[in-house]
T-cell receptor, first 118, second 113 residues
Framework: AQTVTQSQPEMSVQEAETVTLSCTYDTSENNYYLFWYKQPPSRQMILVIRQEAYKQQNATENRFSVNFQKAAKSFSLKISDSQLGDTAMYFCAFMSVAGAGNNRKLIWGLGTSLAVNP | GAGVSQTPSNKVTEKGKYVELRCDPISGHTALYWYRQSLGQGPEFLIYFQGTGAADDSGLPNDRFFAVRPEGSVSTLKIQRTERGDSAVYLC???????????FGPGTRLTVT
């Protein structure tokens, strides 16, 4: 069974600085996707960034980038130029794409609560 | 276009009562997922629909939980004889067949007193 571990329950960063959130996962599969989701107090889960395991290049989305280390099963999220609106819970999630039937259920970590301070 | 909607936003019920939670996915999305998020936890998979059928219900915790999607669009999660441990945020997500990005609704916060 796949597992996702986020070892940082809480983090804080000063506005405009850079912060890195850690995520490790365990799987025996070779074909999968990894995601970072943001959940503000409104509860709406918002996709931040995704990484396909077969791609060697790290994904980037504006101020958000990942460091994907497949051999180490590590998938960290870097937020550059942090903004007050980045304050939220951040979840790392794993999706297997190896199985039949198109079930793309997400396996989630416990989350990291990020506070961006003015 | 409209995103995924869930009703009610909040539901308070007494232990032992029956509740229904509704999810209205993005129009045209054939895949629909239910997740449960307990306080301080990440979401946990409950059930997956492809069209009208429940293709994977392995995450349902017990037989008090049931979900339907009779016309392949709106889904209802039904919980019988609610227990205090059922208190959580219930999230619904939908995706387009052949694509992997899931779009989430705002969730229903269920409180069982």
């Amino acid at each position: 069974a796949q597992t996702v571990t986020q070892s940082q329950p809480e983090m804080s960063v000063q506005e405009a600085e850079t912060v890195t959130l850690s995520c490790t996962y365990d799987t025996s599969e070779n074909n999968y996707y990894l995601f970072w989701y943001k959940q503000p107090p409104s509860r709406q889960m918002i996709l931040v960034i995704r990484q396909e395991a077969y791609k060697q290049q790290n994904a980037t989305e504006n101020r958000f980038s990942v460091n994907f280390q497949k051999a180490a099963k590590s998938f960290s999220l870097k937020i550059s130029d942090s903004q007050l609106g980045d304050t939220a819970m951040y979840f790392c999630a794993f999706m297997s794409v190896a199985g039949a039937g198109n079930n793309r259920k997400l396996i989630w970590g416990l989350g990291t609560s990020l506070a961006v301070n003015p | 276009g409209a995103g995924v909607s869930q009703t009610p936003s909040n539901k308070v019920t007494e232990k032992g009562k029956y509740v229904e939670l509704r999810c209205d996915p993005i129009s045209g999305h054939t895949a629909l997922y239910w997740y449960r998020q307990s306080l301080g936890q990440g979401p946990e998979f409950l059930i997956y629909f492809q069209g009208t059928g429940a293709a994977d219900d392995s995450g349902l915790p017990n037989d008090r939980f049931f979900a339907v999607r009779p016309e392949g669009s709106v889904s209802t999660l039904k919980i019988q004889r609610t227990e205090r441990g059922d208190s959580a945020v219930y999230l619904c997500a939908s995706s387009d067949r052949g694509r992997d990005e899931q779009y989430f609704g705002p969730g229903t916060r269920l409180t069982v007193t």
